[in-house]
């Protein structure tokens, strides 16, 4: 499915947008309020006249694809898949990143390296001897680089960046051509994860530690595919999309996966952050023969399908729990975001209503992000391939992915290929009014934007319109924005009706049988931008969550 997405890239596209802020006075509260002032982001969410190479410092958060944050001597660093509208990026290196200080504001920084590291052609024709396979010449290795996780660790008393790294080799494994040539009846080739290394990222000095493990298959050497429209795969684990924790009792792990059939658990050392245990040929004769070296399955959409639309995982522990954020679907308008828990790394996850994903029991909710439009805009397509971080010394959880424009906006038959980093605040919401502690991560539907303290929200504030969204599992679906109103009575009319009420302790708001938890963002559709009130919330019973806007 990346693939489709770099062959649209791949196009060469004419160059419009912008950089700049302005001063907000504007609490929500109090429309007088000149004490608090703080800096709104104005930069335009079509940045195409700037797309181009040379514009790269006035980017701030465009050209964002897959992203990766942590947070290292002052700053978070970003890295994200090796792509760019009108692939302006090209020929620039690869796995470039982005830093900022306030999460606001972001300025380019270099990435690892530049070309392919020896190690990758190295491994792929050592694995190829051993299937009785013809070498492939460096020379004729299609690359492409996807999807880095980067993380700050403790290595000999040194703290560093450590970053896995994506490189797949899109060349068909009978003949070796390229996938670009005749098909030869077989799957293209495998993907590789690496790690490097950095204590300089802002001066884009790395050192590459090299191989970590590879796309494996349960079918031994049997590499054939009858047709381009044969979906069965001959990996079981693509090894893509690479996401790394380190557990309470300080154990390593990489998790990883994409598509074909779930996400593998595989256990690293702390020091060197490669395999524990020896992973031996990258094929086997059953999947049980092949997990004992490659991983354990911690996650499937659908235990039998090859094929399954679910990639990208991504971890944290929370209060006891393990949460497996997931992309579903393709990437260009679809890309939604669903989260399962677990009490132990190993698995089982569950979602919300108590389905196993770990035995691939049917689609898991809550959704986190999904396709959706308010009013006065286009609205955000392709929403997902997550990370999530916290903020530095504070209890706050955010969640950061791209964010596509829907196709044809101003005219652009491209606009789908322009992608604008959205970091977003998470709240942890109850699974319904009974259950106040039982909490699940939701992200807010208003970019991040360092909105300050104005002090308690009030009930009173919350009466008045909102536009409410329903985001529910439409394949391809663009939620759209409905009118709520919330009267000072207790009553609401519109999109749901029934009776609200209010916790100001929790900032939750209780919408009928849904619990919502109430911020303050940015309005970033209104013009010019403004502070308001946003929420968001799920229902255990709700297969969907809602998000909600207040009007002026």
């Known amino acids: ?35 608090n002032t703080f800096t709104i982001p104005t930069y335009a969410d079509d940045y195409s006249s700037i797309s181009s190479w040379t514009s790269r410092n006035e980017w701030n958060l465009a050209n964002v694809h897959d992203p990766s944050v942590a947070f290292y001597k002052g700053y978070y660093y970003m890295y994200g898949t090796d792509a760019s509208y009108g692939n302006a990026a090209e020929g620039h290196g690869h796995f470039q990143g982005k830093r900022s200080s306030d999460l606001v504001n972001w300025d380019w920084v270099g990435g690892p390296f530049y070309e392919a590291p020896s190690w990758v052609a ?27 996780t980067v993380r700050r660790v403790n290595v000999g008393g040194q703290e560093t960046l450590r970053m896995y790294y994506c490189i797949v080799i899109d060349n068909y494994i009978k003949t070796g051509n390229p996938s670009t040539a005749s098909f030869d009846g077989s799957w293209t080739e495998r993907a590789f994860i690496g ?17 970590v493990t590879g796309s494996s298959s349960d079918r031994g050497l049997d590499y054939t595919r009858t047709s381009t429209n044969d979906w069965s795969a001959y990996f079981y684990y693509n090894a893509i999309d690479p996401t790394y924790i380190v557990t309470p009792e300080g154990k390593h792990y990489l998790i990883h996966g994409s598509w074909h059939s779930g996400f593998a658990l595989l256990q690293l050392n702390a020091t060197t952050g490669k395999p524990l245990n020896t992973l031996g040929n990258p094929w086997a004769s059953s999947a049980g023969e092949l997990t004992a070296r490659y991983g354990v ?27 497996l954020f997931m992309a ?17 790394i190993e698995g089982p996850y569950l979602d919300i209503t108590g389905r196993n994903f770990t035995s691939g029991s049917g689609d898991c909710y809550p959704i986190v992000t999904h396709p959706y439009k308010f009013n006065l805009s286009y609205g955000w397509v392709g929403i997902s391939h997550c990370c999530i971080f916290q903020k530095e010394n504070t209890g706050e959880w955010f969640y950061m992915s791209q964010g596509r424009l829907p196709p044809n906006v101003g005219g652009n038959p491209y606009s789908n290929a322009i992608m604008m980093g959205h970091v977003r605040r998470i709240v942890w919401c109850p699974a319904s009014p009974g259950e106040p502690d039982n909490l699940w991560p939701i992200a807010l539907p208003e970019r991040y934007a360092a909105v300050p303290d104005y002090g308690a929200i ?5 009466a008045g319109t909102w536009e409410h969204i329903n985001l529910k599992y439409d394949y391809r679906v663009q939620d759209g924005a409905s009118a709520l109103t919330l009267k000072a009575d207790g009553t609401m009319s519109g999109a749901l009706t029934g009776t609200w009420s209010y916790n100001a302790a929790k900032k939750q708001l209780t919408l009928g049988n849904v619990v919502v938890c109430v911020e303050r963002e940015v309005d970033w559709e209104a013009n010019p931008r403004r502070v308001t009130f946003v929420y968001a919330g799920t229902g255990k019973n709700l297969n969907g969550t809602y998000w909600g806007k207040k009007k002026k």
Do not use: H
């Open 195 to 211: 790690m490097c290394e950095s204590t300089d990222p802002a001066g884009a000095v790395w050192t590459d530690r090299g191989f």
């Open 122 to 148: 190295d491994s792929l024709n050592a694995i190829r001897s051993r299937m009785g396979l013809a070498s492939i010449s460096e020379d004729n290795i299609r690359y492409l680089y996807w999807a880095p």
């Open 328 to 344: 579903y679907d393709a990437l260009d308008i679809p890309y939604n975001t669903r989260v399962v828990r677990s009490t132990t």
């Open 458 to 462: 009030t009930k009173d504030s919350l």
């Open 1 to 35: 499915m990346k693939l489709k997405y770099f062959l649209v890239l791949s196009l060469t596209i004419a160059t419009l947008s912008l950089v700049g802020c302005k001063k907000d006075n504007t609490d929500p509260d109090d429309d007088n309020d000149t004490i």
């Open 297 to 323: 399955r911690i996650g499937t959409r659908t235990a039998s399908s090859r094929w399954q639309a679910s990639e990208a995982p991504e971890i944290i522990f929370r209060d006891g729990y393990y949460y």
